[in-house]
């Protein structure tokens, strides 16, 4: 069968199966099931003799979509909160992950920007950070402790302070998706270049390893939480710059349901960054390089795996579904 004959006999099929997933228009599990599996079965069709099309990119899509779908109402699944960040997510991260790749190329771009904007102009860092912070870090040098900003206040107070501060950050930068995406990318350039030129300072001062095991034991969490919520919100732009077959308004919460999602699955690694900066990071000057590199290695590996290799395990399931195999 040539494509637009496949195309043209099973469009009206997947539109209506679309919107039934977009307004949970099912009687049941079984019937969703049932859809979900002509759904599977047209994909494996659309790979084997259109492997290039981009049919298979759509019904990839309405498969994931469906997948949440069955999960949220298998009985045997009866704990909300673990299936959200089990299987939801993950597969939500799945279908958007070029939303996250764009991300990390924006963070990484900006990163270095900041870097090489340090380093060929002496006022640079002093213009993003502050005389007053500069100096301060300066001080820290000479005596042996440059990250000794970090054992400023309380344990709990930095925890509290820290955690309540990133959170802020990262809900500002989902909200300000809504511009098109222009508000978070602005969200993100501020802090990559601060990181960029506050690193580029380090290494100037021949402190780099140094500033290495006091910023990114509680960094590596800390950094990649605020890309992938980032991402959150470029996926709130999309949805208003391209509504694709829905209209703005219905393609708009969609993506804000999404975004939220993606924002709320960050909150435990924010939780988790500030808890190492308050009570952690203020030791790394004292403890073992291996600790503190086991510590960076360890979360980075944690949330790395979490949003950008797990998902494609979960997506594996919709193939090997149990689901397929029933009578």
């Known amino acids: 069968m040539r494509e637009v004959s496949f195309i043209k006999q099973n469009k009206e099929k997947w539109l209506a199966f679309e919107k039934a997933i977009f307004n949970n228009d099912f009687k049941d599990a079984d019937e969703l099931a049932s859809q979900y599996i002509h759904v599977i ?7 084997t003799y259109y492997p290039k099309s981009k049919v298979i990119v ?10 949440q779908k069955i999960y949220k109402t298998k009985r045997e699944d009866n704990n ?3 299936s959200f960040w089990k299987t939801e997510v993950p597969l939500i991260c799945y279908q958007y992950r070029k939303f996250i790749y764009v991300a990390f190329i924006i963070f990484f771009a900006f990163t270095f920007i900041g870097a090489i904007s340090a380093a060929n102009d002496g006022e640079f860092v002093r213009s993003i950070l502050g005389d007053d912070y500069v100096n301060m870090s300066i001080e820290n040098i000479e005596a042996g402790d440059p990250v000794a900003v970090y054992k400023s206040g309380s344990n709990w107070g930095s925890f509290i302070g820290i955690t309540i501060n990133n959170l802020k950050v990262g809900i500002i930068s989902f909200i300000l998706g809504v511009f098109g995406g222009i508000g978070t990318i ?3 350039f501020e802090n990559c270049i601060m990181l960029g030129s506050f690193q580029y300072f380090f290494y100037e001062k021949d402190v780099f390893w140094e500033s290495v095991r006091g910023i990114w034991i509680h960094g590596a969490m800390e950094i990649f939480a605020i890309v992938i919520e980032a991402a959150a919100g470029l996926i709130l732009g999309a949805s208003i710059l391209f509504p694709n077959t829905y209209s703005r308004m219905t393609s708009f919460k969609q993506g804000a349901k ?10 435990p690694f924010t939780f988790s960054a500030g808890f ?6 203020r030791y790394s000057n004292i403890m ?7 510590i960076i290695l360890t979360t980075l590996s944690i949330i790395t795996y979490y949003y950008l290799i797990y998902p494609f395990k979960i997506q594996k399931q919709i193939t090997q579904s149990p689901l397929l ?3």
Do not use: C, M
């Open 41 to 47: 079965n047209d994909l494996a069709y659309a790979q």
């Open 58 to 67: 759509y019904l990839n899509q309405l498969a994931a979509k469906a997948f």
């Open 80 to 82: 909300r909160l673990v």
């Open 186 to 188: 602005y969200i993100l």
């Open 258 to 267: 999404t975004g939220v999602k993606i924002l709320i699955s960050t909150f």
């Open 276 to 281: 190492l900066e308050g009570f952690i990071t």
């Open 288 to 294: 073992p390089h291996w600790l503190s590199a086991g």
């Open 325 to 327: 195999n029933r009578p």
